[in-house]
């Protein structure tokens, strides 16, 4: 074959790869412009009610006014919320099956050895509609008025302080292993059934503290049956801005909140994921959505897919750190 002919059948090939390919990219764009072209579900792994569904139902209310569609939100609890989340990892990647679910996403890596899904492999988020701080409350009786103070106490009564959690492994029992890991401070848990029962234990004096979320625990501070020494996030809350952060308070780094976010299946197209990004954070920061978040002690927050990812990422390994340490398993 001469040089001229080889060099006509390259361009030939060349040329039909190339109408094959414009085509694939065509459709791949049109899809994603098009999208929602049907109705879009959301599962929620927890029961209706929580803290989860709100801030979900909250959004979707008004997604479904931003495009054109309607949101529809289905709850799914069951197996700590693993159920619901292994149906969202398996699902079509296409942006009509999304998972609204809480900062335990993150930890039950570090509490299951096999897992169905990879939070970080399986998934592409999307962003978070609000976070939900914890404060750092104490009894009156107990003799402390600052975090400085409350390590100090610990330090000098190893074992003898004993803190409320919401149940084993959840979000506050989480932030108050975090404090003793980051403080070398020894306290002991005692798990109730529920936030508002461990809040009843603090009040009754069962218990000496608790890392509470902010919505159950400012009432009490307010009416001055609690003592809030400082808030777990990094920024000082909203909600409660004269507390200070327990990394201003004395632990440098300490942070943590509970928060809930939007994900949808890995290999989702990108134009889908900031298509669902733009319209969910400006719905989080419009008025109305925005009080009626604040009004559950839910901060807006509407990070980008790529700040929402590597949260995820961060708080695997921050939790798989810290359950390893406190010697934490699943009840």
């Known amino acids: 074959m001469t040089r001229a002919l080889q060099l006509s059948a390259v361009v030939s090939r060349a040329s039909a790869v190339a109408f094959t390919v414009i085509p694939l990219i065509s459709a791949a764009a049109t899809a994603s412009d098009a999208f929602p072209a049907r109705p879009i579900r959301i599962i929620v792994p927890q029961s209706a009610g929580g803290s989860t569904d709100l801030a979900a139902r909250i959004v979707t209310q008004r997604l479904s006014d931003a495009l054109g569609q ?23 990647p296409d942006g009509y099956t999304l998972l609204a679910v809480a900062a335990s996403f993150t930890i039950n890596p570090s509490l299951h050895e096999k897992l169905p899904f990879d939070p970080v492999r399986d998934f592409a988020p999307i962003t978070r509609f609000a976070a939900l701080p914890h404060i750092l409350v104490v009894h009156p009786t107990l003799p402390v008025k600052s975090v400085k103070e409350l390590i100090a106490l610990a330090k000098s009564k190893p074992g003898e302080l004993n803190y409320a959690s919401s149940g084993i492994a959840t979000s506050t029992h989480l932030a108050a292993e975090l404090f003793k890991h ?107 959505p925005k009080a009626l978040l604040l009004h559950d002690g839910l901060e807006p927050v509407g990070d980008t897919p790529q700040e929402f990812a590597s949260v995820v990422k961060n708080e695997v390994t921050k939790w798989m750190r810290v359950v390893k340490a406190a010697g934490i398993k699943p009840q």
Do not use: C
């Not at 309607?70 to 079509?92: H, W, Y």
């Open 70 to 92: 309607a949101v529809v939100i289905d709850n799914r609890p069951g197996a700590g919320s693993l159920n619901g989340t292994e149906t969202v990892a398996k699902a079509a």
């Open 182 to 288: 980051m403080t070398g401070t020894d306290m002991v848990q005692v798990p109730f059934k529920g936030g508002a029962p461990g809040v009843v234990g603090l009040l009754s004096g069962q218990v000496q503290l608790y890392f509470a979320t902010i919505s159950t625990a400012l009432p009490h501070v307010k009416s001055g049956k609690l003592r809030a020494l400082a808030v777990t996030t990094a920024k000082r809350s909203i909600v409660a801005p004269e507390f200070p952060t327990i990394a201003e308070a004395g632990v440098p780094g300490y942070e943590h909140a509970s928060w809930v976010g939007l994900l949808a299946p890995a290999r989702t197209p990108s134009a889908v994921l900031m298509r669902l990004y733009k319209e969910s954070a400006a719905i989080v920061y419009a008025p109305e």
